[in-house]
């Protein structure tokens, strides 16, 4: 049945990149440990979750394009990194261009920490 797994793709900022301003107690270290737990627990839950973490630069679009056009995802998780920071509002807009023009069958979901990433896929596809 591994054909049939709901994609998720985790859309967020490399850790070395984050605003930790936001949350304070946040580390790199944390931050990073936090992401992989989620993509763990939305594979137990049935899920093909996959990360991918970005930069503050143009690459950002291109990491996020080649991922959408050689997979086909069900759900596209944008995290708060990206969507709450004033300063990475930019970069949150073009992301959410990149995703409608590449995946535009796909759910968008948002979290507001990365412990909260199951309940927000889990909101608009079900494994």
Same mark, same amino acid.
């Given at each position: 049945?591994? !054909?049939?797994?709901? *994609?998720? #793709?985790?859309? =967020?900022?490399? %850790?070395?990149? &984050?605003?930790? @301003?936001?949350?304070? !107690?946040? $580390? %790199?270290?944390?931050?990073?440990? /936090?992401?992989? #737990?989620?993509? &763990?627990?939305?594979?137990?839950? =049935?899920?093909? &979750?996959?990360? +991918? ?16 056009? /050689?997979?086909?995802?069900?759900c596209?998780?944008? !995290?708060? !990194?990206?969507? $709450? #920071? ?11 261009? #990149?995703?409608?023009?590449? &995946?535009p069958?796909? *759910?968008? +979901?948002?979290?507001?920490? %990365? @412990?909260d ?5 889990? *909101?608009?596809?079900? %494994?």
């Amino acid at each position: 049945m591994m !054909g049939t797994k709901k *994609r998720v #793709i985790l859309i =967020g900022l490399k %850790p070395e990149v &984050a605003d930790y @301003s936001n949350w304070p !107690g946040l $580390t %790199p270290e944390k931050l990073m440990t /936090e992401l992989k #737990i989620d993509q &763990a627990t939305l594979n137990s839950l =049935g899920y093909d &979750a996959q990360l +991918c973490l970005v930069d503050l630069d143009e690459t950002a679009e291109t990491v996020v394009t080649q991922k959408l056009t /050689e997979t086909a995802f069900d759900c596209v998780m944008i !995290g708060a !990194g990206v969507r $709450t #920071i004033p300063d990475k509002f930019l970069l949150f807009e073009k992301l959410i261009n #990149i995703v409608h023009q590449h &995946a535009p069958a796909a *759910r968008i +979901c948002f979290n507001t920490k %990365p @412990s909260d990433t199951a309940e927000a896929v889990q *909101r608009w596809v079900q %494994p």
